[in-house]
């Protein structure tokens, strides 16, 4: 790293919501780190020349850039080739160099609030086959889950999912949310629905059995209908909110040194501002 103050920012088109500049700039306060972090609102028509020659030194990149800034850094590592995608962009020997966090920060929240759950234990059930889920499957296979059933409104997706990740993964109609649930130690919603001005998942968990886990990436509201009848059945509930800030995590530490904890005090920060809206 350079003797400069590292500058950092979070990229995309529209940015203002972005909770990054909380977390990060948290951190930074609570380790009191010399460095900063921003909002970086870039255009469509400068999305190719921002990410081939980065102006900060280092970059979380959100929608919908995450493809765009895989095909134009210097390099990528493991985690974003197999996505086609990067949300981190970090610097080395002048080069820029694009990884994905979004898996760790999925697996990293799971294991921290279901400490129980184990990947041997049973199928794992995932509802849509959009941007996240990709990441997701590749968390859960390196974990090693061995079946994953997908089901999405649009079959054509979850099979694409099938077939680029092997035979660990099978493809399910939508209308088969609730049966493919049986024997399930995990379901996972990776679709929008339950999300603030969205419809609720329209799903019965009564298949599932004591002790096992739902857990919902929607973050917004945090508790979703879906983690609600969860809890009701006694079943292990995870939020989404939990994954936005471990998925920061390695960021933190690649541009300023230093590995960042997820507290109660920076959860409860997050939580405070999605109520306020
Ligand atoms: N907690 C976190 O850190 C985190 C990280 C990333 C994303 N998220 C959240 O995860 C959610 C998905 O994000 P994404 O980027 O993966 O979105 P995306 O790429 O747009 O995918 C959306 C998914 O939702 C499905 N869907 C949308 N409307 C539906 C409906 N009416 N009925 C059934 N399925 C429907 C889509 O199905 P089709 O394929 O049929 O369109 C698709 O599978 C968002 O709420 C986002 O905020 C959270």
């Known amino acids: 790293m350079s003797d400069e103050v590292p500058r950092i920012g979070v990229a995309g088109w529209p940015v203002l919501h972005s909770r990054s500049p909380m977390i990060h700039g948290f951190w930074l ?26 102006p900060v030194s280092g970059a979380n990149v959100t929608i919908p850039y995450k493809e765009t ?40 929240h799971l294991k921290a609030t279901a400490p129980e759950w184990r990947s041997a234990s ?44 092997g035979e660990r993964v099978s493809a399910h109609a939508w209308d088969q949310r609730a049966e493919i649930l049986k024997d399930a130690t995990l379901l996972v919603n990776t679709t929008s629905l339950g999300m603030k001005g969205n419809p609720p998942l329209d799903i019965s968990l009564a298949q599932m059995s004591k002790g096992s886990v739902v857990y919902d990436i929607v973050y917004n509201p945090l508790e979703t209908e879906l983690l609600r009848q969860a809890h009701s059945l006694g079943l292990v509930s995870v939020d989404g909110l939990g994954m936005l800030l471990h998925q920061a995590v390695p960021g933190f530490e690649l541009w300023f040194g230093h590995r960042p904890e997820v507290t109660e005090e920076l959860r409860d920060l997050v939580v405070a501002s999605l109520v306020e809206g």
């Open 29 to 54: 306060e609570k380790y009191g780190i010399a460095g900063s972090y921003g909002l970086l609102p870039i255009p469509p028509d400068d999305a190719r020349h921002f990410f081939a020659n980065l």
């Open 122 to 165: 049973g199928p794992v059930v995932l509802l849509g086959a959009g941007g996240a889920t990709r990441a997701i499957i590749g968390a859960l296979l390196d974990d090693g889950v061995s079946e994953i059933r997908i089901a999405n409104r649009t079959l054509r997706r979850a099979e694409e999912l099938e077939n680029a990740f």
């Open 69 to 108: 800034a895989f095909r134009c850094v210097d390099e990528t590592d493991e985690q974003a080739r197999r996505l086609g995608a990067v949300n981190t962009i970090y610097i080395r020997d002048g080069k820029t160099i694009g990884t994905n966090t979004d898996g760790y920060g999925f697996l990293a």
